[in-house]
């Protein structure tokens, strides 16, 4: 090896790589979605479309809170919407308890949320594979029947805070953050919220828990021969994933106001990681690709066209179907490769078809 | 110096290191045997995943079966393993990274030391490029980068040239012999290749079905007629 050649190595940039033409169309794609998000959708679309955009970037949250446990980690949790359930219900019977200031309860539900999560994540020390996927499934269950026995608060007293209200409009709905109470302006505090969680997995993938995550995904014995405490990082990534789903949870009970039971159904969970598959797991674009499968096609299915959209578990598994056996990266990994062989077989038809008219003419 | 006294491995009917005393003293020293000899299984009790039923490991005067697992990285111990571990979904810079930021090595020397190791082996593709993307070589020389970052005092190495060309082998070994004088650590190396292990090793431990059946200066050993018959599988007539 030339040392001149080591030298230039010596030199090269911390972060090479965050200028490299990859990032860039990351970093111009990241600001158009926002830009998007943020002023095009409000302004041109009506209220129930805000109304299910704001449920796409909660349930993105939820999606994101996989890319971290399977994604990542390689740990398979089929029990986060009943985390999300967790959440909604912990943001409500606060929300009524005190008067705390919005962000303020995000904070607190989150940190509950996490709390739980990593008491649900404690097999997965043990546990890997189909028998973590159970453990994760029946808590996800025995969460949903004790929500159904305690149901959801409604401005009563006592630990589940319910009272025997009849007239369910004379409930008060969850407190929305001050100055966004009307659903544009909430859609808004939503979506930076949720772009602030995806911030917050992303500065983890990117330093020294997402490089022992992913070591550990590789290989256990290997990670423990690099020295990574992997009982510590697994804990973590639990920790992760159930905060942001807390979050997640927090800004949904303020979205619908009055949450209920019917709202989390177990299998959720599976249409979730089904969901998080397709669009692509490994990376946080998958997650917002799920959010829009979980919240903004059945709205589409439901409102515009009609249709039943229980359809779409059949749809979704025939996806996932083709996910899993011919693009494991998910939509967000394959539809880029699809288009750029479109492209060139397009530039190849044209290219023939002016090579033809050259010699005709 | 690791001094194994008496150590003894057993799963269940089968005794994969049996009463093994020996010493690797310094520098690069070989451990061979055939298959199923116990080389990886002795490896797994250097690296924690295996507990001996018995014995004892001191390594530079210190009990190494003291210590959890993970915190042996930290201490200096580092090993490759027999199917090769580099991380597909990072970079080689992070991989070597990973490695340094869990030792015990500070902070501020982190990047030059991952620069240099990756140096160290000789990979001429960006270290930011993904390691998914590289050949077979390229990520055995991560690998061997991921060993040698940081202040290692131990570098275990199972099998680093299997499946590698000759000429690549070569580089292997040039890299494996100067891992003591650039590291200042010792090497144990597991391999196949007897024109490798005798090129870079001064010493050689020779296990057969979990025995340790001679050690001692490489050439010696590698002219045991014990240790030629166990290679070619011939009885012995005793």
Redesign the interface.
Known sequence: ?AVAE?GD??N?P?A??LA?PRNIVRAVATVALLAIALFLIPATLGGDWVNTFTSVAIYSVVAAGLVVLYGRVGMISLGQIALLAIGTWTATRLSYATNIPFPLLILITASITCVIGVLIGLPALRLSGLYLALITLMAAGAVNVVLGAIDFPNGGGGFTGRTAVVNLSGLEPVNRPSGAGGDIAYYRYVVVVCALMFLLTLVHFAN?PG??W??I???E??????????TLYKLWAFALASFITGVAGCLLAAEVGRPTVYGFPTQDSLTMIATALIGGI?TLWGAIVAGVFMQLVPFIFQAEWHINPNFLLIIFGIGLLQVLLTAPGGLVDQFPKDMAKLGRAIYGLFRKATGAVRRSG | MIEVENLTVRFAGVTPIDDVTVTFPAGACGLIGPNGAGKTTFFNVL???VKPAAGSIRVFGEDLLKLV??????WG???T?QTE?A?????IF?NV???H???RSSRSAR??AV?SA??FV?L?A???AKVGGLSARERRLVEVA?AVVGEPRIVLLDEPAAGLPERETEHLGDLIQRIPTEFGALVVLVDHDMTLVSGCCETTAVLDFGRLIASGPTAEVLRNEAVISAYLGVEDAA
């Open positions: 090896m080591a190595r010596r090269w911390a090479v790589g490299g020294k490089r022992a992913a070591t995904r590789e290989s014995p290997a990670a423990l021969a690099a020295g990574v405490n992997v490994y | 690296s924690g995943f697992d993970f915190r042996r990285a930290r111990l580092r090993r393993f571990q991380i597909q979904q990072l970079s992070e990274a990973m490695i930021e869990h030792s990047r030059a620069l990756i140096e000789g001429e960006s270290p930011y991921r």
